[in-house]
């Protein structure tokens, strides 16, 4: 339902933490329904706030699948994203 990007910020300067961002594409639906799909994964990411290193910039891209899923599928598939993205980035930190 969603692809997860998350880049660790190393700027000397940092206000809270940590940051989301959304994309939402014109391939998703309509305006009515990308704003639906983003409130969702907005409402799903906060949830998920205290769970997430302070000093990740996450990016999620919501695929066409987004629309119809439920709030616990999308929340399992972020936390599925996130923690491949934490993989990733202990890889790259070794």
Do not use: C, N, W, Y
């Amino acid at each position: 339902t969603m692809v997860v990007h998350a880049h660790v910020d190393s700027s000397d300067v940092r206000v809270g933490g940590p940051r989301f961002g959304l994309v939402v594409s014109k391939a998703v639906g309509d305006s009515v329904t990308r704003h639906r799909v983003s409130r969702r994964l907005r409402h799903v990411a906060a949830g998920l706030l205290d769970q997430v290193e302070p000093d990740l910039m996450v990016v999620i891209r919501a695929t066409p699948a987004a629309v119809s899923a439920s709030r616990g599928e999308l929340e399992r598939d972020l936390r599925s994203g996130l923690a491949a993205v934490r993989s990733r980035l202990r890889e790259e930190a070794s």
